[in-house]
């Protein structure tokens, strides 16, 4: 089941003075986002992520394309009763307390009385700030506010969960905890939705990704889809290969780092990667182990923006 | 239910700000001195400010009681509607900032309950200090000269609401501009403009003798809350106001309802504009 599809969504801008000028925020962008699974927004600062999620939850207005969201149009009161939301550097009252936080947003949800007390007792206990409910939250440190805000997108129980940059300023080890978090809402059957540049974090929970650069989608599908085309090797060779023997194999494939005795191939099959070993045996020189090497999404990421892909 | 929760996070916001304390300091001030300044003769048959009779020319043929009543009332609502503007005109900026904007709109609220329950609240917070002021001199005029003035209650009362259509015009304009600063400082002209607005014929008409001139100013003045009307008609509550007299020589004593209900139909209008400007905004 579909819980999130657009089409064509794109978003212009307007700026400067006089509102001539025009910052293309989005530009056609088509994505869905199927229930229970976790999908990654990735790009760089300016992208258009933190647009995509505002536009979905009608905090802002697509300029062209339509979208929906579990299945009604954009704007319905529905979509943001059952989601939930924590945007990036986001701001509470600071004369309230952590509870106070947690019951302001459930009264805004339609939560009251002692359900909603001992909802927000209980989230602030999984995020860690127990002790810190009845501390006014100008006092929280920045992964404390990080979490105030996670309890505060989970207060609804949501279908469907946006994270706008949600381990931005939180130490290791509540990274793992907030990680754990998502990992048990999927299991519940949550949608979530990520929007991150922090790639590794990306690549430990997402099950689809896109990756999203100057408002456009580049690529859309899952870790080992993205990263799979490439395949890379690590050949550790006997002794330093010559400048002679490099453009040789520059010559076989468009990608080779030869850094003393280790050199990285990208080659698009196992054939290609037989003539550079018999390039190298036939200038005498001993192979003596070759490791296969997955590519990171990272490293996929930085060649996909690096490519100038989206401009 | 969650508009109801929106106002009290206000009225809350707008206590720890500061601003809505300062206000009501001020108001104990002002209660505090009429406390300490009025009392009856020792015979009861006059009314003693620091311990002098009101001269009888003073009164222009009123009560001791209505003419400083009256004087207070005119004196002070000056200072509610600056001070009261100043306290919770940041309000509605305070709600637009980055950051918190987002997570108020991904709510399930609409924007338009939203920012009238904002605005309300704003309001609500004003309001109470007003009636809580009204209150204690009432009280304080009774216990002290035996007299309990309905009419002044209600008198403050009608001025709690010239603040409520006031602040529409601020709501607006915070809403447009996203500044504290900025919606003070037009509201603050949009009450002088008012005051002209409302003695146009005997000022601002004679500037320029030209009839398209003058019509302009009377949609102006009916488009937009009156606030001098409506504070000088609330003064009329209390008694006939000698004071009149300086809005001209054809201008009625008598009070009127009239100014507070092209003021509600205006503010409406203009809450209705603002809120539809809101919903279109992106944040």
């Known amino acids: 089941m579909t819980i999130v599809e657009t089409q064509g969504l794109s978003k212009t801008f307007r700026a400067g003075v006089f509102k001539k000028g025009q910052i293309e925020a989005l530009r056609d962008v088509s994505l869905s986002v199927e229930a229970g699974e976790i999908f990654g927004l990735l790009g760089p600062n300016g992208a258009g992520k933190t647009t995509f999620v505002k536009i979905l939850l009608s905090i802002s207005h697509p300029t062209i394309g339509v979208a929906r969201v579990f299945g009604h149009k954009l704007g319905a009161l529905s979509i943001r009763q059952k989601s939930g939301y924590l945007p990036e550097n986001h701001r509470y009252p600071q004369f309230l307390t952590g509870l106070q936080t947690l019951l302001l947003f459930g009264n805004l949800h339609g939560l009251k ?23 006014k939250i100008k006092r929280y440190s920045k992964g404390m506010l990080q979490r105030l805000g996670m309890a505060q997108a989970l207060l609804n129980d949501p279908e469907l969960l946006f994270l706008d940059e949600p ?13 754990d978090v998502l990992k048990g809402l999927k299991a519940h059957g949550a949608t979530i939705f990520l929007n991150s540049h922090l790639l590794s974090e990306v690549e430990l929970i997402c099950d689809r990704v896109a990756i999203l650069n100057k408002g456009q989608v580049l690529r859309v599908g899952t870790i080992s889809e993205i990263t799979a085309p490439q395949l890379e090797y690590e050949i550790q060779l006997e002794s330093a290969i010559s400048e002679r023997l490099s453009e040789t194999i520059r010559s076989i494939v468009r990608e080779a780092h030869a850094n003393d005795r280790v050199l990285r191939v990208a080659v698009p099959d196992k054939h290609v990667l037989n003539h550079v070993l018999d390039a190298i045996r ?9 490791v296969p090497r997955r590519a990171s999404l990272e490293d996929y990421f930085i060649k996909v923006l690096q490519s100038g892909e989206g401009t | 239910m969650k508009g109801v929760a929106m106002i009290v996070v ?33 015979d009861g048959s006059a009314v003693l400010v620091f311990g002098n009779p009101i001269p009888a020319k003073s009164l ?13 009332q005119r004196s002070s609502t000056s200072a509610i509607m600056f001070l009261g503007i100043f306290a919770v005109a940041g309000l509605i900026p305070s709600m637009l900032e980055k950051g918190t904007a987002e997570l108020y709109l991904s709510k399930p609220l609409s924007r338009t309950s939203l920012f009238l329950s904002r605005s309300f609240g704003a309001t609500i917070a004003i309001a109470l200090n007003i009636l809580y002021f009204a209150l204690v001199i009432w009280a304080l005029f009774g216990i002290k000269l035996g007299v309990w003035h309905s009419g002044f209650l209600l008198s403050c009362l009608m001025v709690a609401i010239a603040f409520a259509f006031y602040f529409s015009v601020v709501a607006f304009t915070s809403l447009l501009t996203r500044s504290q ?18 003695t146009r014929e005997y000022g601002i008409y004679k500037l320029w003798d030209n009839q398209v ?33 300086m809005l001209g020589p054809q201008a009625t004593a008598d009070f009127t309802i009239m100014p507070f209900v092209y003021s509600l139909l205006s503010a409406s209008a203009i809450y209705a504009l603002a809120a539809r400007y809101f919903s279109k905004q992106d944040y």
């Open chain 1, 113 to 135: 009385g002692p359900i909603l007390k001992g909802k927000a007792q209980s989230l602030l206990q999984r995020v860690g700030l127990k002790d810190w409910m009845n501390i």
């Open chain 2, 10 to 42: 206000t009225i809350r916001e707008a206590i720890l700000r500061g601003t809505l304390i300062f206000y009501f300091a001020v108001g104990n001030i002002i209660v505090a001195f009429v406390a300490f300044a009025i009392k009856a003769s020792p």
């Open chain 2, 213 to 245: 001139y003058h019509r302009i100013l009377d949609i102006l003045y009916y488009a937009t809350p009156q606030i001098s009307g409506m504070l000088e008609n609330a003064t009329r509550l209390i008694g006939r106001n000698p004071f009149d007299r």
């Open chain 2, 181 to 198: 600063g900025f919606a003070i400082m037009l509201g603050f002209v949009f009450w002088f403009l008012s005051s002209a607005l409302e």
């Open chain 2, 60 to 72: 222009m043929g009123i009560s001791p009681v209505d003419f400083l009543l009256i004087q207070l």
């Open chain 1, 282 to 290: 036939k200038e005498g020189i001993l192979i003596e182990s070759v």
């Open chain 1, 167 to 179: 381990t931005d300023g939180v130490d290791p080890v509540g990274r793992k905890e907030i990680r």
